[in-house]
């Protein structure tokens, strides 16, 4: 099957069992010392991603958040800490492309009750770490993140680590998937309605 | 001394006399106090969440021997376990000695339990099996006092386990009633009738338990608190029939229909609405991560019989209802946990099918579509429905407005149909099963049920 035929934004063709399969594998065993990039420099232009990103987000810029993806890409909120398999399991979020552009969509449409008033934020980013991997145009990274969230009626916090897969494409680093690890992903939460 | 404390509780407990439960429960409308009152939360923790048959977990959770999941009936703590010869059982989370929480994990397997405090040692049956240094103490420990208390009823109707501290209760089967039918069909429409849980979407909202149950049969509310939902999903549609657009136009006059079947328990059938064909169901399903591959790749494999198999990865249109805390809705079971007079958990489990031949060994394909179609409406549905409840929850802070309306299809002609065994049946917007529901709670309330633990393993 010819996946770059097919829109990602209008069908699903590229999430498939091997696509799973060689995602959980690279999200196992990733964060090891011998794969870290210790290059300042490099090091940097990934951190400067993170925190656009985060900017972007709380900016609610979602066009402009969604162009720091690759096209065929995943937004993945486990359930499990650790990841899990999402091939056999629910998880908080397992969005394709089309399914990012679905949430935006709805939080556009102005009848998302959930995020009406919508949520101010705040995103810290830190504790960036970056991985090399077999491939040299794909690279890993871990960051911590703290969402301060105000809604009427106070100031939450949401707190975990993410880890992202960039790939080079084209002389620029973009995100082909952003796991999000809340640190009480196994817990009931209470109007998880932005995006993380 | 059992005889002096029940009395005091009861005290404590008993607000029969405190309100005119006829003045709080109408036929047309409730008090707000149902929702508000503290009082009134306590003594549900044992008139409702304790005198009848309570959801507690599924066996799929317990699979084997000396299989843990931790749980709660009302606030107490629970460990529902199978215990080391496949007996299942319900045991008060709570050393006998001090109080102190025996299990500290939220699932796993375990023979025994030794508590962190003191070391007192119990087996999965609930007895105590040896406590640190006996001589200290002039009792034997042969009384069986001093085993963990355990519920004494506990029953599972083909994998739903249910417990209740009523020594009077009816049988599991009676209480259920009528609404085993819709339990058996939507268990059935899997092979070989049965379903997996496979972790959940967690949820939870500042508001009271029972306006989570108000809306479970709720129809009137789709096209307005789900707008955001029902505009995502067909947004890329070429017919706008995604998801439960049936509830647009004129949602009375189509075949679906809510059937109140007795003891709080009423079920909402929308299954009318689809075609009755192998894919009529993944038809309507709204896109989702892996739908065209899936689709394509079970349809290469299987040609026609595919769409019976991706049916199995759409949402059954139903939502069936077991008072007090538990619904079965798309392939969800969705479980609600009271947490305080204005604070519940709401639990979507995820389910799996099981492959028993009769799939081709496209379970594994099947499934991971079904885990993406059902993290849909907790994600993009259930979200908007909880900021209600919790706007709700805030609004009911006006003291003198004091009603909340149940009305809807009350005496209009024709409308709601009650057959000689008290079953109701309505069209999908009505809120017959409200008002049924909480008739009975009404009753509950103001019962007298005979609660105990059992210490005997």
Known sequence: MNTTAHDPSLTSYYVTDAFYRELVESFTDWQRDDLAIEDVAERDRCRLLLEREARLLDQLAFD????????????????????????????????????????????????????????????????????????????????????????????????GWCGHRLIEQNGRWLIQVRQVNLIDCDQNLRNPSIIL | MLEKIKSVLNRLTDISDLYDWDELVQEDRVHRLIYTDPAIFVAELTHIFGAVWVYLGHESQIPNNDDFITVRLGLRPIILLRDSQGKIRALFNRCTHRGTTLCRKEKGSARMFTCPYHGWSYLNTGKLRAVPW??????????????????????????????????DAPPLLDYLGGITEPIDEWLDRNPGGKVVVCEANRLKFKGNWKLAYDNSGDGYHVVFSHRSLLEMENRLADEANKGMSYYKGSPDSKAMYMRYTGNGHHFKDKRPNIQKRAGGLWAVEGPAPGSEH?????????????????????????????????????????????????????????????????????????????????????????????????????????????????????????????????????????????REYIKEWKRLMQAQPNLVVQREP
């Open chain 1, 64 to 159: 402009q958040w969604l162009n720091l993806y690759a096209p065929e890409c995943v937004h993945w909120v486990p359930t499990t800490p650790g990841g899990g398999d999402p091939r056999r399991e629910v998880v908080i979020a397992f969005d394709d492309r089309r399914r990012m552009e679905d949430r935006i969509f709805r939080l556009r449409t102005g009848y998302a009750w959930s995020q009406a008033p919508k949520s101010r934020t705040v995103r810290m980013i830190s504790n960036v770490e970056l991985f090399s991997t077999a491939r040299k145009a794909v690279r890993m990274t871990r960051s911590n993140f703290l969402i301060s969230e105000f809604r009427p009626d106070g100031v939450r916090f949401l707190s």
């Open chain 2, 134 to 167: 006996p001589d200290g103490y002039a009792c034997d420990f042969k009384e069986a006092k001093f085993n963990v208390a355990q519920l004494p009823r506990v029953d599972s109707y083909r994998g739903f386990i249910f417990g209740t501290l009523n020594a």
């Open chain 2, 294 to 434: 899936y689709a394509d790749e079970l349809r290469r494999r299987f040609g026609a019989k595919a769409d019976e198999l991706l049916d199995l990865a759409g949402s059954e249109p139903v939502n069936i209802n077991v008072f007090p805390n538990l619904s079965l809705l798309g392939n969800h079971i969705q479980v609600f946990e009271p947490v305080s007079v204005d604070e519940t958990n709401v639990t979507w489990y995820g389910t799996s099918v099981v492959d028993d031949g009769s799939l081709g060994g496209a379970a594994d394909e099947i499934n991971a579509l079904r885990m993406r179609t059902q993290e849909q409406f907790p994600n993009f549905g259930e979200v908007d429905d909880l900021a209600n409840f919790e706007e709700i929850q805030r609004g009911l802070a006006c003291l003198e407005d004091e009603w909340i309306y149940m009305h809807r299809g009350l005496e209009v002609p024709g409308r709601v149909q009650t057959d000689e065994n008290g079953v109701v049946t309505a069209p999908a917007t009505d809120e017959a099963f409200m």
